[in-house]
């Protein structure tokens, strides 16, 4: 079963928009990862939250970790064609091997 | 300095015969990872290598698929027979040091494994 669960599925939005997607998790994590895919090409590291962490900014990308609700989000301000791509969070175990979600669809038009 | 590599970038192929993919991780890099995301859904752990050692097999599927990383450099990924449920995107991913789970990994291009 995922450890992390994306939503939406997909979202489709026009550049300069903000893009908002949510992460939701099983288990105990000690940090969450947010990754991008773009078509074609291999998993880009994004951000990484730890546990004791609420919220961290990364150039236009915050992210967002509550621990309560087993929740996280990722928001993308002034989005640029460029982002367009498959965006996954993933929680790690000790070992580092990474659990994700199955992806939120980002489509950004110009 | 060079990324994590794969090899082939893509392979089709006919359900029973034999494929083997290759990982290149990062010069160093202890860990080495397998994940694989088949047809749109999430991206799913295969197994975990610490130097040559198997440290975490528990994601390999069943027993059509062997991995090996002899002299703990490069990885191989043999998937024999294929079968269709087997096609899908097949990443690796490279780490520095073993039992630190905040260690960033580094992930190659994939191998697209299409079995017709």
């Known amino acids: 079963s995922q450890q992390g669960e994306e939503d939406p599925q997909a979202l489709s939005i026009q550049e300069g928009e903000n893009a908002t997607m949510n992460c939701s998790y099983k288990?105990?994590?000690?940090?969450l990862q947010w990754y991008r895919q773009n078509s074609g090409r291999g998993l880009v590291h994004l951000i990484l939250i730890r546990s004791n962490e609420r919220e961290k900014h990364s150039g236009r990308l915050r992210v967002t970790l509550d621990t309560s609700k087993k929740s996280s989000s990722l928001l993308i301000t002034a989005s640029r064609a460029a982002d367009t791509a498959s965006y996954f969070c993933a929680t790690t175990d000790s070992w580092g091997k990474l659990q994700f979600g199955a992806g939120t669809q980002v489509v950004v038009t110009p | 300095e060079a990324g994590v590599t794969q090899f082939p970038s893509h392979s089709v192929i006919e359900k029973g015969q034999t494929v083997t993919l290759r990982c290149d991780p990062i010069?160093?890099?202890?860990?080495l990872y397998w994940y694989r995301r088949v047809m749109g859904k999430e991206i799913k752990f295969l197994l975990h290598f610490v130097k040559e050692s198997k440290q975490d097999e528990s994601g390999m599927p069943n027993n059509r698929f062997l991995a090996e990383r002899t002299g703990g450099t490069y990885s191989t990924l043999k998937v024999q027979p294929a079968e269709l449920e087997d096609s899908g995107v097949y990443f690796c991913?490279?780490?520095?040091?073993?039992?630190?789970?905040?260690?960033?990994?580094?992930f190659g291009p994939g191998t697209r494994l299409t079995v017709l």
């Open positions: 010069s160093g890099h202890d860990n």
């Open positions: 991913a490279s780490s520095q040091e073993a039992g630190d789970s905040y260690n960033e990994q580094f």
């Open positions: 288990t105990s994590i000690n940090n």
